[in-house]
C-alpha cells in the first residue's frame, strides 16, 4: 500500500505514469487518493469503526476537480475523521442527510401520507389542508428540524376567522405526526404538548321561506352556472361540490333522477336523488330543451372546466338581495338578509323537511349522512334505501318551495 502527502505535484506525477490503485497520506491517518485505469482521481476516507475487529469501511469524498482539490479534500476528511472519533458513520450519516433532503423533506413526505389517508373525505381534506395551509410554510424542511416553532408558525400564517380550518389543519399535522412516529421517521412529535383549537360553535343559520324564495328569484341574474347551482342546491339539498361537478351522464331525465358515486359524494356512499318539478325544470332551462346531452359537464366553463367562482357569484347574489327587488320586506327597510353561505341552504331543507313532518330517517337518505340512523348497528341491518320516501319528500318540499316563491313575486309585484 502505496504512501506519501496526497498533493497536487503528486496527483500529477501519478497520473502522468498511468499508475493505477491508492495513495494513502501519510499525515493524516485514513485520507487517501485513488487513481483508476483511466487516470481520473478521487478522495476517500478509509475508518473502522469500533476498533481493530470491526470491518473497515470507506467512504468516497468525491472526484478531483471543483470543489475537491487535494487542500479542500484533506479538510473534508479530517472533519469526517472527526464524526468517527465522535462515533459517527460518515456513510451512514450521509444515508440519512440525503434521506431528509428528498424522502423526509417536508413537501414530499406529505404527499406520501396523503396518499396512505383513508376514505374520501379525510382523504379530500388531508390534501387540502396541505396544499393550502401547511406546504407554504414548511416546504421541504427535513421532518426531523420540525419543531412546534415551525408548526406554530403555520397556524399564525391562517386568517385568524378560520377556526374551523384550524382545527382541520391541527388534525391533520397531528395524525401526520403521529404516522411518522410509528414508522419510525421520527422519535416524537412536535406537536406534543400542543392544545386543541377551541371548537367552532355549530352554525344554526337556516333560511326563512321568504330569504329562500328570494334567493331563488334573484339567482338567475347572476352567473349562468352559479344561478342554476343555487337552485339546485335549494330544490335537492345536496352538496355544492356534487351539484357543481354533475355530469349529464350522472342524470337520467325518465327516471327524474340524480345517480352520484362514491367518488363523488364527500363520505364516499353512492346516492340517488329523486328530482322534483323545480330542479326538473331549472336543468331544461340548462340543456335548452326537454332532451337533455348524454354526457359532459352540465355546468362547464367557457374553457370547458368545472365552475368555481363561488365567491363571486355569492357576492353578486348578496347585492341584488340588498336592492330589495322581489323582497316582501317594507320599502324604507334596505331588505338586507342577515349573512348567510351555500351550505346553509343544505340546511335550510333538512329543518323545512322536519316543519313539513318529514321523517328523521329519510331526511338523513336525502342528505346521504351516514350517522344517525345509518350508523353502527342500524346501519349494518338497515338496508331500506328510502327511494320512495325520499321522492315524496322531495315532492313535498318542491310545492312549499313553489308556494314561497310565488307568495314573494305577488308581494313584490
Not at 497520506?25 to 485505469?37: N, P
Request: net charge positive; hydrophobic share 35%; proline share 4%.
Amino acid at each position: 500500500m502505496a504512501t506519501g502527502k496526497i498533493t497536487k505535484r503528486t496527483l500529477d506525477a501519478l497520473q502522468a505514469g498511468a499508475v493505477t490503485g491508492f495513495l494513502w497520506d501519510d499525515e493524516l491517518k485514513g485520507f487517501g487518493l485513488k487513481i483508476t485505469a483511466g487516470g481520473s482521481a478521487s478522495y476517500v476516507v478509509q475508518y473502522r469503526m469500533g476498533g481493530r475487529e470491526a470491518k473497515t469501511r470507506r467512504y468516497t469524498i468525491g472526484g478531483h476537480g471543483s470543489p475537491w482539490t487535494p487542500f479542500t479534500a484533506r479538510e473534508e476528511a479530517t472533519r469526517l475523521l472527526r464524526l468517527v472519533a465522535q462515533g459517527i458513520d460518515p456513510v451512514e450519516s450521509d444515508k440519512q442527510r440525503r434521506r431528509e433532503a428528498v424522502d423526509l423533506a417536508f413537501s414530499n413526505y406529505a404527499d406520501r401520507f396523503a396518499a396512505d389517508c383513508k376514505g374520501k373525505g379525510w382523504s379530500t381534506l388531508v390534501t387540502r389542508s396541505l396544499r393550502r395551509h401547511v406546504k407554504p410554510v414548511l416546504r421541504d424542511k427535513a421532518l426531523p428540524a420540525i419543531t412546534r416553532i415551525d408548526v406554530v408558525a403555520v397556524f399564525d400564517s391562517m386568517p385568524a376567522a378560520q377556526a374551523a380550518n384550524r382545527r382541520n389543519v391541527f388534525a391533520v399535522l397531528r395524525r401526520l405526526f403521529r404516522w411518522a412516529v410509528s414508522r419510525g421517521d421520527i422519535d416524537r412529535s412536535p406537536m406534543e404538548g400542543m392544545e386543541t383549537p377551541k371548537a367552532v360553535k355549530p352554525r344554526e343559520r337556516w333560511l326563512s321561506d321568504s330569504e329562500l324564495a328570494r334567493v331563488w328569484i334573484h339567482a338567475p341574474e347572476c352567473h349562468r352556472c352559479f344561478g342554476s347551482i343555487v337552485r339546485l342546491l335549494i330544490a335537492t339539498g345536496q352538496r355544492r361540490e356534487e351539484i357543481g361537478g354533475l355530469h349529464w351522464q350522472e342524470l337520467d331525465r325518465g327516471e327524474r333522477e340524480m345517480r352520484l358515486s362514491g367518488d363523488r359524494t364527500k363520505n364516499g356512499e353512492p346516492t340517488t336523488i329523486p328530482l322534483n318539478d323545480l330542479a326538473m325544470s331549472e336543468l331544461d332551462k340548462v340543456a335548452g330543451s326537454e332532451k337533455w346531452p348524454i354526457r359532459g359537464r352540465v355546468f362547464p366553463t367557457a374553457t370547458g372546466a368545472a365552475f368555481t367562482a363561488y365567491h363571486k357569484g355569492k357576492t353578486k347574489l348578496d347585492k341584488l338581495i340588498s336592492k330589495g327587488k322581489g323582497s316582501s320586506i317594507a320599502k324604507d327597510d334596505d331588505s338586507s338578509m342577515p349573512p348567510w353561505r351555500l351550505h346553509d341552504l343544505r340546511r335550510t331543507l333538512a329543518t323545512g323537511f322536519q316543519r313539513l313532518g318529514v321523517r328523521f330517517e329519510v331526511t338523513e337518505a336525502v342528505l346521504n349522512h351516514v350517522g344517525g340512523s345509518r350508523s353502527g348497528v342500524a346501519g349494518i341491518y338497515q338496508r331500506h334505501d328510502w327511494k320512495p320516501e325520499k321522492r315524496a319528500a322531495l315532492s313535498t318540499w318542491n310545492d312549499h318551495l313553489s308556494g314561497a316563491i310565488e307568495a314573494v313575486q305577488n308581494a313584490s309585484a
